[in-house]
């Protein structure tokens, strides 16, 4: 609290207001653009929770205070919970209508860091958001798509595009020439020199990256400080396989000084995953991981890790228990899958994989963040078409976010650590890699930009089902991107473009 107040007070000095009283009296009452008042004001970056009016001017929270405000416009939020706008690491959906969906959840700031951008298409993919975006955008240089493009020809942008790679045979089994090795990581730098967020790699799909390739590309990204995104080798699979999936990653980490994210590890092992997370962490380590609050994943039928042979061999799982078609909305027998996966081989599908009961755990997890892996309906639908009318998808797109908070109060669980996840620990963990963008982000303090969330603890929900995956959630009366509001009682700004680039300078290593 004594630190809070401290930064709160020099923010509050630089802009020429006093500060006093509990938590911040303003005296000489300035017109603010925006007062947000009387909401149950949330910090998780300080633990500061309590009642408090909110003062906003352009794009900065300029005051926290228990005394009146005047501004332009004025929020009644009484009954409301004012929090950091949701961080989400994990969202496949780069397309206009899925950052309208993810704003709908809470979400200020949507990255794809697991599948990323081809490194030589980055420049251009962040050009392309400048200007035009509800939320903010960021993305990783991808591993995936630099291998398709050196071991395929085949070139695609992001995941919009994906499709077309993932159909051709040497990206997933192949394993790279020398020469071949040495195009993918410059493709990979290609990314990180225009101002990727790290390198992301899907390596549970990758079975030709072996232990050597792998460590190369971790190094590339800790040359530049910046973190591995990861889809651990052979998750999902058994205890063994997904702890060993993360140690091996983070003893490189740990042997290259370099920053790690886990990709969705809330699969078998996950208790030890989390014990080596905390640990490394306890020692200075800025390695971490990622939680959905979901049973089931979701991902194209022709993955390596639905095969026969391990699916039903190595795991023991049956087809028509675990793959469920989206699309049919029913289970698929074995007979029935390898049908659809040789007709239509990037079909999406939903795999059960955890029990039910376990996710709630999940919950306030802590030094770890929540991450929707959404993958909604990648065509690009026009930005004002009915959520609802869009195809079915897994429901974590929609629902990721309320769904936290809706569980949090079904199980009487904190709230705080659950906000942590879902923006402060992503943003610090990033300030940590000396990224200003994420640095003035994910904390409700006097100074920080104004992404924030408003919503009412009561009642905000999800809606998006297995059988109904884009249905979008409810309970969020405002959110505020960079001070600007882009969503009220559920409703979303259509004309709203605050949304700003995340990303570092472009730079050498």
């Not at 050009?127 to 975006?133: F, I, K, L």
């Not at 995936?144 to 997933?172: I, Q, Y």
Request: aromatic share 8%; hydrophobic share 40%; charged share 20%.
């Amino acid at each position: 609290m004594e630190e809070f107040l401290r930064r709160c007070v020099r923010c509050l000095g630089a802009l020429g207001i006093m500060a006093g009283g509990m938590p911040f009296a303003v005296q000489g009452a300035p017109h603010y653009d925006w007062v947000l008042s009387g909401a149950r004001v949330m910090d998780p970056a300080t633990g500061f929770d309590a009642q408090a009016n909110v003062g906003l001017t352009g794009n900065r929270i300029a005051a926290i205070t228990d005394a009146p405000l005047e501004g332009r416009r004025t929020v009644a939020a009484s009954g409301l919970v004012l929090a950091p706008g949701f961080i989400d690491t994990h969202y496949h959906g780069t397309l206009p209508i899925h950052y309208r969906l993810a704003l709908r959840n809470g979400v200020t700031t949507a990255m794809d860091l697991e599948f990323g951008t081809l490194g030589d298409e980055m420049a251009d993919w962040y050009a392309e958001r400048a200007g035009t975006s509800l939320i903010n955008f960021g993305t990783a240089s991808s591993h995936e798509l630099a291998r398709a493009a050196v071991l395929d020809g085949v070139r695609a942008r992001d995941t919009s595009e994906a499709a077309a790679t993932r159909r051709a045979p040497r990206w997933s089994r192949g394993t790279a020439s020398e020469s071949e090795a040495r195009a993918i990581r410059t493709l990979l730098e290609d990314g990180l020199q225009a101002g990727a967020l790290g390198i992301g790699t899907t390596l549970g799909y990758m079975p030709g990256v072996d232990g050597e390739a792998l460590y190369a590309v971790q190094a590339l990204a800790a040359g530049y400080g910046r973190q591995l995104s990861v889809h651990l080798r052979r998750t999902p699979g058994t205890n063994t396989d997904e702890i060993n999936g993360a140690q091996e990653i983070l003893a490189n980490a740990v042997a290259l000084g370099a920053p790690a994210m886990i990709n969705h590890f809330n699969n078998p092992g996950w208790r030890q995953v989390h014990t080596l997370l905390r640990s490394l962490q306890a020692r200075g380590h800025n390695v971490w991981g990622e939680i959905y609050p979901y049973a089931a994943g979701s991902t194209s039928i022709n993955a390596v890790f639905f095969e026969p042979e391990n699916w039903t061999g190595r795991l023991g799982r049956r087809y028509e228990e675990t793959i469920f078609d989206p699309e049919s909305k029913r289970f698929l027998d074995q007979e029935a899958f390898l049908a659809l996966r040789q007709r239509d081989p990037t079909h999406i599908i939903i795999s059960y994989k955890m029990p039910e009961t376990e996710v709630v755990h999940w919950l306030g997890l802590p030094g770890t963040t929540l991450a929707s892996d959404g993958l909604p309906a990648l065509q690009p639908f026009p930005l004002a078409m009915p959520l609802e009318a869009l195809p079915n998808a897994h429901p974590r797109a929609a629902g990721t976010y309320a769904k936290a908070l809706r569980l949090a109060r079904e199980h009487d669980l904190p709230l705080m650590p659950v906000l942590r996840q879902a923006s402060t620990e992503t943003a610090e963990r990033f300030e940590a890699m000396g990224l200003k963008a994420l640095a003035e982000r994910g904390r409700v303090q006097v100074g920080a930009i104004a992404d924030l969330v408003l919503f009412d603890p009561e009642t905000v929900t999800d809606h998006a089902t297995y059988e109904n995956g884009s249905l979008p959630a409810t309970g969020f009366a405002y959110v505020f991107v960079g001070g600007e509001l882009v969503l009220e009682n559920d409703r979303v700004r259509l004309e709203a473009t605050p949304g700003a680039p995340i990303r570092f300078p472009a730079s050498q290593p």
